[in-house]
């Protein structure tokens, strides 16, 4: 166990639909990375938060948007659904210090 | 900015016989360099990493790997597989100055056999 929850583990929606997927970093960690794996594109990082503050940004489409609440836990929003949306979301996260990132378990998104 | 390639993207492997899953890596920056594990239905696993020191680092459940900067590679090893292997592996570096974000390969998906 990583330390790094993820809800849902789960989700099936439809095209055109709006998902939040949430993520509670380890304890005490700053930073929170999301990530998205999908057969095509592998394994490609989203964006980083730390502390609250948006810190570095990826391959995130413009209907993608991401927060980090006070309590560090982050949510990552897709919008406007496609059928090519579909993939595994994960979510990382570290400390400071820390020379890697602990991951969750992702969030298995469906669009149908 | 980083690239990682994984040249192989399946390997086949009998029980009990060695491994070797590849791993090279281009950066204009120096690096730090990780292999993670993904069982099926499940998150990524770190198996090991190299930040600096000994070209020849250990990690869990018997891998290691090796880092050669002239070849620009970090090689994934395990000297006898076994059926629990059986996983995708992925590569990735990421900059030293930075945070801890992460640049994949796009895995290696070992299956042992009996």
């Known amino acids: 166990d990583s330390g790094v929850t993820q809800t849902p583990k789960h989700l099936i929606t439809a095209t055109g639909q709006r998902v939040t997927l949430r993520c509670s970093p380890r304890?005490?960690?700053?930073?929170v990375y999301w990530y998205q794996q999908s057969l095509d594109q592998g394994l490609q990082f989203l964006i980083q938060?730390?502390?609250?503050?948006?810190?570095a940004k990826g391959n995130i489409l413009e209907r993608f948007s991401a927060q980090q609440f006070p309590d560090l836990h982050s949510e990552l929003n897709l919008s406007s659904l496609e059928l090519g949306d579909s993939a595994l979301y994960f979510c990382?996260?570290?400390?400071?210090?820390?020379?890697?990132?602990?991951f969750g378990q992702g969030t298995r998104l469906t669009v149908v | 900015a980083q690239s990682v390639t994984q040249l192989d993207s399946q390997v086949p492997v009998f029980e009990e016989a060695p491994v070797e899953l590849r791993c090279n890596y281009s950066?204009?920056?120096?690096?730090?360099l990780f292999w993670y594990v993904q069982y099926p239905n499940q998150g990524l696993q770190l198996l090991l990493k190299?930040?600096?020191?000994?070209?020849l680092v250990k990690g869990i459940n018997g891998f290691e790997a090796e880092f050669n900067k002239s070849q620009t590679s970090f090689h994934l090893r395990k000297p006898s597989v076994h059926i629990s292997d059986t996983a995708e592996y992925f590569c990735?570096?990421?900059?030293?100055?930075?945070?801890?974000?992460?640049?994949f390969g796009t895995g290696t998906q070992l299956k042992v056999e009996l």
């Open positions: 990735a570096v990421r900059s030293r100055g930075g945070g801890n974000k992460l640049t």
């Open positions: 304890s005490g960690d700053l930073s």
């Open positions: 990382a996260s570290s400390g400071t210090g820390n020379t890697e990132a602990f």
């Open positions: 938060y730390y502390n609250g503050e948006e810190r």
């Open positions: 950066s204009s920056v120096s690096v730090y």
């Open positions: 190299y930040l600096s020191g000994s070209t």
